[in-house]
């Protein structure tokens, strides 16, 4: 059974950082692209970062680079995004999402609220 539980997302000021994780379960990890998507309310859902099965290469929307990272540990099966520098147009239920070939799987998703 597949299964990916986010957690680590909460009401923060301003300015101020969240560390989301995401554990998976019921799928080969780490061959697995481990994406990081947002939606606020009455807005489309977004990627804000990823990080490939092989080679762990990422990349980052502009509106976080330089802000969030994407990390991941293959043994824990685990997927993180660090997130500093929050600002409230991050508001977001932040959901974690699983890719291979014609395999997607998502998380239920982690409310992050950012206050001004």
């Known amino acids: 059974q597949v299964q990916l539980v986010e957690s680590g997302g909460g009401l923060v000021q301003s300015g101020g950082s969240l560390r989301l994780s995401c554990a998976a379960s019921?799928?080969?990890?780490?061959?697995?692209?481990m994406k990081w998507y947002r939606q606020a309310p009455g807005k489309e859902r977004e990627l804000v970062a990823a990080s490939t099965g092989v080679g762990g290469s990422t990349n980052y929307a502009d509106s976080v680079k330089g802000r969030f990272t994407i990390s991941r540990d293959n043994a824990r099966k685990t997927v993180y995004l660090q997130m500093n520098s929050l600002k409230p147009e991050d508001t977001a239920v932040y959901y974690c999402n699983a890719q291979w070939r014609y395999s997607e799987y998502w998380g239920q998703g982690t409310q992050v609220t950012v206050s001004s």
């Open positions: 019921g799928f080969t990890f780490s061959i697995y692209a």
